[in-house]
């Protein structure tokens, strides 16, 4: 059964830092991984998706690299903003049709960036 | 991508009661997927609907609790029925649109059960 965990669970760290946020899996089985965003009470809004045949995918300031042999997943951010916090999600989507659309997603981390 | 527009965003519900939410979109697909987040936890799938046959239930989730209606290509419907204090979750529905694109949510619906 593939289980997705996130680390750190927290994080808080001065405006303009570089910080980098953990996901990992325990089936490197996976059709690809995604990571989203969250802001308090509302909906997900897709960040970057990394196919199973990639090592990493950039958005702007974001960066997510994949090492599946390994279960590993990290988004970076670059120098960032009071506006990036929210609650940073990764998901993966397993192989084979019984997997198809379900997205199986770690706990989260929650980022502040302080001013 | 597509865009998904979910109704209603908030509600507060009598405990007994059912609550009916609505996911439109603006683009014809295969699947829906109804999700449920309950306060302080990740997202977990309850149901993957397809137009034209019966939804396919995550193990946990039963019909007779959350029935599913998909009449048509760009909607869904996911119904809470008989609700308890213990449903109080945010719900979102999503859809995927191709290989390569990932999947789309919509905004949520809070649901507060009182």
């Known amino acids: 059964k593939q289980e997705v965990t996130q680390i750190p669970a927290a994080l808080s760290v001065p405006e303009g830092e570089n910080l980098v946020l953990n996901c990992s899996f325990t089936d490197s089985a996976i059709y690809n991984l995604q990571w989203f965003r969250q802001d308090p009470g509302k909906g997900l809004t897709s960040l970057l998706l990394?196919?199973?045949?990639?090592r990493e995918q950039t958005s702007g300031r974001l960066n997510a690299s994949l090492d599946k042999s390994s279960g590993r997943s990290t988004l970076y951010i670059a120098a960032s903003q009071p506006g990036d916090s929210a609650t940073y999600l990764c998901a993966v989507r397993g192989q084979g049709s019984s997997n198809t659309g379900k997205l199986i997603f770690g706990q989260g981390t929650t980022l502040q960036v302080k001013p | 991508s597509a865009v998904i527009s979910q109704k209603p965003s908030r509600d507060i519900c009598q405990r007994g009661t059912s609550l009916t939410i609505q996911c439109q979109v603006d683009?014809?697909?295969?699947?829906m997927f109804w999700y449920r987040q309950q306060p302080g936890q990740s997202l977990t799938l309850i149901a993957t609907a397809n137009q034209g046959s019966e939804a396919t239930y995550e193990s946990g989730f039963v019909i007779d609790k959350f029935p599913i209606s998909r009449p048509n290509l760009t909607f869904s419907t996911l119904t809470v029925s008989n609700m308890s204090p213990e449903d109080s979750s945010i719900y979102l529905c999503?859809?995927?649109?191709?290989?390569?694109?990932?999947?789309?949510f919509g905004s949520g619906t809070r649901l507060t059960v009182v």
């Open positions: 683009s014809q697909v295969t699947m």
């Open positions: 999503s859809v995927g649109t191709g290989t390569g694109i990932g999947y789309t």
């Open positions: 990394i196919q199973s045949s990639q």
